[in-house]
């Protein structure tokens, strides 16, 4: 068979969610990081995004109303990740979180990104970040990129609100 390669242009569309209480996620993903409700799908399903698109991200309760998050040593998402156009983007939803003293789980600079992690009200990882300009993603020594997890400056990220 002929290798395949996906076209360069392809995007994920969206994430659909799995929750427990539809209102607890539209509180976390539209209240807190200012999400749109796009549709509502009777009392068990969202739909929302940012920017007026259809959605980026849908909720449903379907087959999982009131259940408890999945085991964190079981095969599942691992997170979602929301991509912030701009540095300063990223410190505003930064400063969002400190101020409504919402748990964060991590903070890393990636070389090519910087990201902030946390759970939402079921435990699912989301990932906050932004990408460097492609020009300023790190690189060996035979110009391939490369990355590495190192501590987030979170007051340097918060230096670009002033």
Not at 77 to 96: F, G, M, V
Request: with cysteine; proline share 6%; net charge negative.
């Amino acid at each position: 068979m002929e290798e395949y390669k996906i076209p360069a242009q392809t995007r994920i569309g969206h994430v659909h969610l799995k929750v427990s209480d539809l209102q607890k996620s539209l509180d976390f993903y539209c209240g807190l990081l200012g999400f749109d409700k796009m549709l509502m799908y009777g009392g068990q399903a969202a739909f929302i995004s940012a920017g007026g698109y259809h959605h980026h991200i849908g909720l449903n309760t379907w087959h999982s109303k009131g259940a408890s998050p999945a085991p964190e040593y079981a095969p599942g998402l691992y997170h979602t990740a929301i991509l912030y156009p701009e540095r300063k983007d990223l410190a505003a939803i930064l400063q969002r979180l400190i101020d409504a003293k919402y748990p964060i789980t991590g903070a890393s600079d990636h070389g090519v990104s910087e990201a902030i992690y946390l759970d939402d009200p079921d435990g699912n990882g989301v990932e906050l970040y932004w990408d460097r300009p492609r020009d300023k993603w790190p690189k060996d020594e035979n110009g391939d990129m490369t990355m590495f997890t190192q501590r987030l400056d979170l007051e340097g990220l918060l230096a670009e609100l002033n």
